[in-house]
């Protein structure tokens, strides 16, 4: 037993570094089968996936003792605000006496991101008889803009950025056939100049007409109280889920400032209008191929509807075998068709005939209701694109 006891120690021994050794391979292996997720999670750029920017969370802790009617209006704005961009626009001017051609600062309008693509929306007026456009979006970055396509009609442009697609926060689109006087409704946009301005207020009335630019009425606009003020144009006018549901367009104001009543294009004559501006510069509307009489001339005739000056050669009007106005061999002029109905849908002058074939498409078939020689009499038209 006595010389058994060194062999015995020879062996424990052994086993302990045996042991030993076992384990430290043990733990080696799962260091190494555990590292590359710990540096994932560490350093997220090492994996494919969050190599893609991600957004940055800059919700700012709420102060105690808010409401929560509070606490949703902060948030409406942390979300939408960067969406929207402060458009400012110049002019060139020749000076009288040096001839020397100088950039004047022209006046400054407000925006929102519509896509990923660098398209910024905002009213015509904001950018019209501008030589430059530039657009500076919410992190405070500017860039010249470019006019893609633009709407008198409807006071809506289209302008195009080439900023990074992930620095462009594109708003949420909602729907305005469904709004309902007394809902709430938030303005963000720029007045003054001063940018990331919040008002709030309620819609006051629904289907209002305004004119536009060019003198055609933009109809079924929006009235609400929420406070806008020079700048604000061309701005969102969001509902409480902060979708865009209009256009921030015009005020009343005897004065120039807020009157407590604004008025804002319906988001969905935005949805329509936009991807035509976007493709073709222009609203691609069908079109009857004529030239209309001025209402002036209309009323001074005593007729009713729009009356035909031209025809378009070859154009829908022409193959359909509608007259415009001429004169005879003696000088005397011959009244063209006054279109007095479309589809069964009275057209009392030449703003509601437009406005009467924005609801259809090029190729559409309509029936036109015409008077001539004073007869009534209804001709089918094939109706045309755009040229």
């Known amino acids: 037993m006595k010389n058994s006891s060194p062999f015995r120690l020879l062996l424990w021994a052994v086993l302990l570094v045996a042991g030993f050794m076992a384990g430290t391979a043990w733990n080696t292996k799962m260091q190494r089968d555990i590292a590359p997720q710990i540096s994932a999670e560490e350093n997220p750029n090492n994996t494919q ?5 991600t957004p940055v969370n800059n919700k700012t802790p709420m102060p105690p003792g808010l409401m929560d009617s509070e606490k949703a209006t902060i948030r409406l704005f942390e979300n939408s605000a960067p969406s929207v961009a402060y458009i400012t626009t110049s002019a060139l001017r020749q000076d009288f006496w040096t001839r020397n051609v100088m950039e004047i600062p022209q006046g400054s309008g407000s925006g929102f991101v519509w896509d990923r693509d660098g398209h910024i929306i905002t009213n015509y007026h904001v950018i019209k008889d501008a030589n430059r456009s530039q657009v500076t979006l919410a992190d405070r ?3 010249d803009a470019e006019v893609v396509g633009y709407a008198p009609e409807k006071d809506l442009a289209v302008l195009k950025i080439d900023a990074p697609r992930n620095t462009l926060r594109p708003i949420p689109v909602g729907i305005s056939e469904n709004l309902m006087v007394g809902q709430n409704v938030y303005a963000i946009g720029n007045p003054f100049g001063l940018d990331q301005t919040l008002t709030t207020g309620v819609i006051s009335a629904l289907g ?3 004119k536009s630019v060019s003198g055609i009425p933009i109809r079924d606009v929006i009235q609400s109280d929420a406070a ?9 006018l969001l509902n409480s889920s902060g979708e865009l549901i209009g256009v921030n ?3 009343y104001s005897p004065s120039g400032a807020s009157a407590g009543i604004g008025f804002s ?3 969905d004559v935005v949805r329509w209008v936009v991807p035509d501006l976007i ?10 191929g004529i030239e209309l009489a001025n209402v002036q001339t209309t009323q001074r005739l005593g007729l009713e509807g729009a009356l035909i000056m031209h025809t378009v050669e070859g154009g829908a009007a022409e193959r359909a075998g509608l007259r415009p106005t001429t004169r005879d061999q003696n000088g005397r002029i011959r009244l063209g068709d006054s279109i007095i109905a479309i589809n069964g849908e009275e057209v009392k002058s030449g703003n509601e ?3 009467i074939l924005e609801k259809y498409k090029a190729g559409d078939v309509v029936r036109v209701k015409i008077m001539r020689d004073e007869k009534e009499k209804e001709v089918e038209v094939k109706l045309d694109g755009v040229r």
């Open 49 to 53: 996936e969050a190599a893609q920017p």
């Open 141 to 143: 970055t500017t860039w």
């Open 208 to 210: 209002r007409e305004i």
């Open 228 to 236: 806008i003020n020079p700048g604000n144009s061309g701005g969102p």
């Open 249 to 251: 367009t015009a005020i």
């Open 265 to 267: 294009i319906p988001v």
């Open 279 to 288: 493709k073709y510069g222009k609203v691609n509307r069908p079109t009857l």
């Open 353 to 355: 005939l437009i406005l």
